[in-house]
C-alpha cells in the first residue's frame, strides 16, 4: 500500500495476525496515517486493503468500501467521548452506525472491561483508566472484525497502563477480536503485543514476534530505550505484615511494596531502568532489598547513556532486564558481555500490579 504526501510517502505490506499487534515507531513515522488507511479515514494511492479475505480497498479494481461498511472498530487518542451522555449511552451510541448482524453480547463487554456498576455515570467523573474502558467498549459494540487503537496507552501513568494492557488482552482473548495498536514505547509493546511492525520515516522495515526484539537490534535506535520500563509477569507467594510483597518471576525472588495481594495471584512488575544499580558481586549489608543475580547479553551505547542488556538465567523476553548506566559506570565496572553481575532494586522501585 502506498500513499504519497507533499513532504512524506508512505510504504507498507504485511499481514496483522489474530492476536495483538503493535505499530511502532517513532513521531513521524506513519503510524496514525497507516491506521487511518485501514479504518478508511484516509484514500491510499495505490495498493490493497483486505479484511477476513473480503478487499476494501483495492486500486487496481478501483474498490473503497465505505467507512461505515468495513466493520472495523476504531479508538482515537482523545477517546472522543461524549459529555452529555452517561457511559450507557455512549456505549450504545456506537452500534447505532453498525450494519454488523452478528452482536457481542453486552455483558460479555461489560464483564471483560469490568465496567458494569459505570453505566449510569456521567462520563465527566470517570478517571483516566475507566474512560478508555469505556471507549473501547464503545468500539466493542459494534462487533467489530478488528479493533484498531491510536495510542492508547499515551496519556496514562504506569500503574494505569499496566491495568489497560491487562483488559487489552483479555479482550483479544475472551472476544477473539485481534487488536493493532499505535504506541511509540517499546517497554509497552513488548508487555502487550503478540508482535511488532516496525515503521521508520514512512517505510515499513521489520515484522518480529515480541519475545524477539532484543535479536533484531538494527530494527530499534538508541532513543527508542529512552525512559524505557521493565515488565515482568509473577506470583505472590507472600503478603508481609510489613506491607512488603514477595514475588516469583522467572525463577527469581522479588520484594516490593504494596498491600491487598493474596497469595499466588498474578501480578504484573514494572521497573524503570534507570532505577536499577548494578554491582559486580552480591551485596548483602545494604537497604536495597532486592540483589538479582543476571548476566550481561548485550552493551548498547546510546548518545547520553549505556543500556545493559541482562539475562536472568532462561531464554526469552520475559528473562531480561535492561538497566540504563553512564559511561563513567561502564568503564570503572569493566562490564562485558557475558559477564556475571548483580541487580540491585529497591523495593519501593518496583510498581506492582494486580
Known sequence: MHKKFDSFDLNCQGTFSNGITAIFGPSGSGKSTLLNCIMGFTKPDSGMVSLNGEELYNSETNINEKLENRNIGYVFQDLMLFPHMNVEKN???????????????????????????????????????????????????????????????????????????TYLKSVNKNLSIPIVCISHSLSDVISFSDSIYVLREGEHIGHINSMQTQAYPQLFSSNDFKGFENILTGIVLAQNEDSSINIESNNKIFIATGSGFKVNQAVTLVISASDILIATENQINISARNSIEARISRIQKTSSSVLVHCELGNEGVQDKLVVQITFDALEKLNLKEGRKIFLIIKASSILVNK
Open 91 to 165: 456505549i450504545n451510541y456506537g452500534q447505532r452506525f453498525s450494519g454488523n448482524s452478528i452482536r457481542i453480547p453486552h455483558e460479555d463487554i461489560t464483564e471483560t472491561l469490568q465496567i458494569a456498576s459505570l453505566m449510569k455515570r456521567n462520563v465527566n467523573n470517570l478517571s483516566g483508566g475507566e474512560m478508555q474502558r469505556v471507549a473501547l467498549a464503545r468500539a466493542l459494540k459494534t462487533s467489530p472484525s478488528i479493533l484498531l487503537l491510536d495510542e492508547p496507552l499515551s496519556a496514562l501513568d504506569a500503574n494505569l497502563r499496566t491495568t489497560l494492557i
